[in-house]
C-alpha cells in the first residue's frame, strides 16, 4: 500500500459525458502528479499540483483539467470524453529522499468510455 | 517524440537465471533514473533510481547500470524469481521550471519468470 488513494476503481461512461477522479496523496506530501496509461503505452505525464497550485504542465488535453483543494486531495476532471481516452488514470504523490523527488502510486482508476 | 525508451515490449527468464532489462534516452539533461515495477491492477512501485553522478547502484537482488555516454540504462535482477514477473517501468527526470522536476517514462517491458 503506496498511501496513495484512488478513487473510483473503475468508471464506465459514454462519449460526450464528464467525469471526475479524485486521488489524496499521501499524509505529508505536498505535491500530485496525474498521469495517463493508454494500452500499450507508457505513463503519459499530465500535470502537476503542488500545495494547492498548478506546478507543471504535460500532454494534458484542453477537455481535462484538475485542481487540488486545501486538504491536498486532486481532482481530474474529463470532460467531452471520446473513446480514445479510456485508459488508465494514475495519480502519484511524491516525497524528498535526500537526493531526489521518488512518486508514490495510487492504484488507479480505469476509465471506460463507450 | 519518445525520450525514454524500452525497445522490448516483453521478456521471459528461467527462475534463478539473470533478467536484464534494457532502457534508452535521448535527453542529455536527465539526471535521475528510475525503475518501477507494475503488478495488474496495482499502481507502479518504486524500485531502484540511480543519479547521473553513478554508474552502478544495487539494492540486493536488483541493480542499476547506468552508461551516460550510450544513453543507456539496465536493470539486472539475479536471481529472478517468480515473483518479479510483472511489468518493469524505466523512467527519467530532470529539474524543470520552478524546483519541480519533470518524469518521463518508458513504454514498459513485461517480465515473466517461469518456474
Known amino acids: 500500500d503506496s498511501g496513495v488513494t484512488q478513487t473510483p476503481k473503475h468508471l464506465i461512461t459514454a462519449t460526450g459525458q464528464r467525469v471526475t477522479l479524485r486521488c489524496s496523496p499521501r499524509s505529508g506530501d505536498l505535491s500530485v502528479y496525474w498521469y495517463q496509461q493508454s494500452l500499450d503505452q507508457g505513463l503519459q505525464f499530465l500535470i502537476q499540483y503542488y500545495n494547492g497550485e498548478e506546478r507543471a504542465k504535460g500532454n494534458i488535453l484542453e477537455r481535462f483539467s484538475a485542481q487540488q483543494f486545501p486538504d491536498l486531495h486532486s481532482e481530474l476532471n474529463l470532460s467531452s470524453l471520446e473513446l480514445g481516452d479510456s485508459a488508465l488514470y494514475f495519480c502519484a504523490s511524491s516525497t524528498y529522499s535526500g537526493t531526489h523527488y521518488e512518486q508514490y502510486f495510487g492504484p488507479g482508476t480505469r476509465l471506460t468510455v463507450t | 517524440d519518445q525520450q525514454v525508451k524500452q525497445n522490448s515490449p516483453s521478456l521471459s527468464v528461467q527462475e534463478g537465471r539473470i533478467s536484464i532489462l534494457n532502457c534508452d534516452y535521448t535527453n542529455s539533461m536527465f539526471d535521475y533514473f528510475l525503475w518501477y515495477k507494475k503488478y495488474p491492477a496495482e499502481g507502479p512501485t518504486f524500485l531502484i533510481s540511480i543519479s547521473s553522478i553513478k554508474d552502478k547502484n544495487e539494492d540486493g537482488r536488483f541493480t542499476v547500470f547506468l552508461n551516460k555516454s550510450a544513453k543507456h540504462l539496465s536493470l539486472h535482477i539475479v536471481p529472478s524469481q517468480p515473483g518479479d514477473s510483472a511489468v518493469y517501468f524505466c523512467?527519467?527526470?530532470?529539474?524543470?521550471?520552478?524546483?519541480?522536476?519533470?518524469?518521463?517514462f518508458g513504454t514498459g517491458t513485461r517480465l515473466k519468470v517461469l518456474a
Open positions: 523512467a527519467a527526470s530532470a529539474a524543470w521550471t520552478s524546483g519541480t522536476y519533470k518524469y518521463i
